[in-house]
């Protein structure tokens, strides 16, 4: 299958659900179980949906954040390409003072030249990523 001349790969929930769980023990071991709890920000939309799953993966560790938190503060997103959505989204934190712990995604575009800190796979150039809450005519 292809879009716009690009190789497409679906992921069903099945993978997507696995790699929410190793994305959540990687963020529990980077942070080695912190007394406070995660603070997770996902990146509209996909990353918004991220940070839920992981919040319902983890309750007791990962919470979902609003205007304020007290711990470290993740941003998520399902996909990293380029970086340039996480390097807006980091940049209006600092401008606003807010501390960001640590960028993570369930997947890096190989080749990002800032890639997240923490992810689970990567996915070559010119491969679109149909993720399982999309369809093929989704505008994500």
Not at 49 to 64: G, S, T
Not at 110 to 122: D, H, I, L, R, S
Not at 132 to 139: A, G, H, I, M, V
């Amino acid at each position: 299958m292809t879009r716009g001349g690009s190789k497409i790969v679906v992921v069903p929930w099945d993978q997507y659900m696995r790699d929410v769980k190793l994305l959540a023990k990687a963020l529990i071991r980077k942070f080695e179980r912190p007394s406070d709890d995660i603070n997770l920000y996902g990146i509209p939309h996909g990353g918004a949906i991220l940070a839920l799953l992981l919040h319902y993966q983890e309750p007791e560790v990962f919470r979902i954040c609003a205007s304020t938190y007290d711990g470290p503060l993740v941003l998520v997103d399902d996909i990293i390409d380029s970086g340039a959505t996480m390097k807006r989204a980091t940049d209006t934190l600092f401008k606003r003072g807010q501390h960001l712990a640590c960028v993570a995604s369930l997947y890096l575009r190989t080749g990002c030249p800032e890639p997240p800190e923490v992810f689970v796979a990567n996915y070559a150039i010119g491969i679109h990523v149909q993720f399982p809450y999309e369809n093929e005519r989704s505008t994500f």
